[in-house]
Every structure is written in structure tokens, then in C-alpha cells.
Antibody, heavy 117, light 106 residues
Framework: EVQLLESGGGLVQPGGSLRLSCAAS????????MSWVRQAPGKGLEWVST????????YYADSVKGRFTISRDNSKNTFYLQVNSLRAEDTAVYYC??????????WGQGTLVTVSS | EIVMTQSPATLSVSPGERATLSCRASQSVSINLAWYQQKPGQAPRLLIY???TRATGIPARFSGSGSGTDFTLTISSLQSEDFAVYFC????????FGQGTQVEIK
């Protein structure tokens, strides 16, 4: 089955860190750019970060640049989002998506990150 | 950043009726425009890409049109499962989304 499965979300204090993971299955993972998209509670969608097929090129939204790092391990069919220096406004459901900076036909179920003291 | 503006914010439609949703870009995005459907507690579902191409498995009652700055999603005859929030997304450059249109039962 073609799917993406996120993990790693949780409650973290302001200034804290988490590593989100997205495990892919059912397709040739190393052939696709992958992305993270987030959605604050009751709000719209924000494209956060994209990584190329090889991992050699990465892109970030200005709102997270310098704080978040995207990476991938093609041997494990998994990619990651390291989120540091978290702020209250980073509270959101984080979705992984099979897409470069384009339309996303496959999404994970989402993992909730809550930043609160 | 390209700003995407959707209208209306809420659309009240009776089952079986046609729904027309609009999306406007702050600058031309050519046809680099997608539409998504999202239901509560679920991830977005891709409906349309390239402004008018239906994604795999999307029923023919969904259609997209437009180019440049003005785009439309039309649902020809609303079914019960179509009541949801719809987002447009441009991917001409760094992807950005509209704020969404809630399609509710009239």
C-alpha cells in the first residue's frame, strides 16, 4: 500500500526541540522529492520545507529558516524534520507529503506539535 | 510571496446543486494551481492540479478552470461527501495556499 506515516510529535516547551519522522512505503522513495506542510489549529495550510530526491537540495519557508532542518535516509525510506527553537506559533499538525514544491497527491495522517509551557 | 485569496469564505449549497469556488492569485501563476479537499481530522486530498487536470480517482463532477490569476473549482452536483473545506494552492514559486472555502449544507 502506498502510504506515508508520521511520528514524533508531542508537547514541548518554548525553545525546545523535536524530530519528526515520515516513513514511506509502496513507492520508490528515492525517486521523489518530499515535503512537510503544517496547519495550525483551525487555520490554513503552510508549506514548510522540501528536500530533493538525493537530499542534496533543501528549501525552507522564511518562517522556519534557521530553526528547522529537513533530511532523509533513502536506505530507510524515511525523511525527517528537526524542529528547534520552537515557538508558540509553531503549534500545528505537521503533514508529510510526497511532492516537491508542487501539487501533493499523497499525504500522511499528520502529527501534532504543541508548543506550550 | 504570492498571496492566494479564496471566495467566498463559506458557501451554503443544497445537495444536488452546483457549487462554484473562486481563487485569485496576487500575481500570475500560469496554470500552476491545485485544489484540495479537507474534511475534519483528515489530511488534504488532491482534487485538481495544473488548474484543470483531475487527480487519480477524483469524480468527474469536480472540474477546475482558469489561468494566470483567476481560477475556479466547480462541483457540478454536490453529494453528501463533498461538504468540506476546499483550498487552492499555487506552485509557480514557493507554494502558498488560500485560506479555504467551507462548503456547508444549506
Amino acid at each position: 500500500e502506498v502510504q506515508l506515516l508520521e511520528s514524533g510529535g508531542g508537547l514541548v516547551q518554548p525553545g525546545g526541540s523535536l524530530r519528526l519522522s515520515c516513513a514511506a512505503s509502496g513507492f520508490t522513495f528515492s525517486s521523489y522529492a518530499m515535503s512537510w506542510v503544517r496547519q495550525a489549529p483551525g487555520k490554513g495550510l503552510e508549506w514548510v520545507s522540501t528536500i530533493s530526491e538525493s537530499g542534496g537540495t533543501t528549501y525552507y519557508a522564511d518562517s522556519v529558516k534557521g530553526r528547522f532542518t529537513i533530511s532523509r535516509d533513502n536506505s530507510k525510506n524515511t525523511f525527517y524534520l528537526q524542529v528547534n527553537s520552537l515557538r508558540a506559533e509553531d503549534t500545528a499538525v505537521y503533514y508529510c507529503a510526497k511532492a516537491g514544491t508542487a501539487a501533493a497527491a499523497l499525504w500522511g495522517q499528520g502529527t501534532l506539535v504543541t508548543v506550550s509551557s | 510571496e504570492i498571496v492566494m485569496t479564496q471566495s467566498p469564505a463559506t458557501l451554503s449549497v443544497s445537495p444536488g446543486e452546483r457549487a462554484t469556488l473562486s481563487c485569485r492569485a496576487s500575481q500570475s501563476v500560469s496554470i500552476n494551481l491545485a485544489w484540495y479537499q479537507q474534511k475534519p481530522g483528515q489530511a488534504p486530498r488532491l482534487l485538481i492540479y495544473g488548474a484543470s487536470t483531475r487527480a487519480t480517482g477524483i469524480p468527474a463532477r469536480f472540474s477546475g478552470s482558469g489561468s494566470g490569476t483567476d481560477f475556479t473549482l466547480t462541483i457540478s452536483s454536490l453529494q453528501s461527501e463533498d461538504f468540506a473545506v476546499y483550498f487552492c494552492q499555487q506552485y509557480y514559486n514557493w507554494p502558498t495556499f488560500g485560506q479555504g472555502t467551507q462548503v456547508e449544507i444549506k
